[in-house]
Nanobody, 124 residues
């Protein structure tokens, strides 16, 4: 079983930055691909970024490419999402997710474990 706890969300002005963190429990963190998703009110939960177990591969949604960077520290069982040049349309609850495989995926159903989410609000 894996437990995920996100932190780092908050209120920021457009153009600002935030770094989200996700702390994971469990012994298999380094063999688990991790992902970040987000869900705005009334919308689906969408893929934001993913990273393989050993950080060899990273994937990004087109909407955040060039503005966000996903990274992980396997020694700390933590994955990060650095978000720069934030826009009001980035406002959402951001969720961390873990796969039982090493390769990341764009698809929500590919992830078995989810955190409780952290709110990001970008004001214009």
């Amino acid at each position: 079983q894996v437990q995920l706890v996100e932190s780092g969300g908050g209120l920021v002005q457009a153009g600002g930055s935030l770094r989200l963190s996700c702390a994971a429990s469990g012994r298999t963190f380094s063999s688990s691909a991790m992902g970040w998703f987000r869900q705005a009110p009334g919308k689906d939960r969408d893929f934001v970024a993913g990273i393989s177990g050993g950080s060899e591969s990273t994937y990004y949604a087109e909407s955040v490419k060039g503005r966000c960077t996903i990274s992980r520290d396997n020694a700390k069982n933590t994955v990060y999402l650095q978000m720069n040049s934030l826009k009001p349309e980035d406002t959402a609850v951001y969720y961390c997710a873990a796969r039982q495989l090493t390769g990341p995926s764009y698809y929500r159903n590919a992830y078995a474990y989810w955190g409780q989410g952290t709110q990001v609000t970008v004001s214009s």
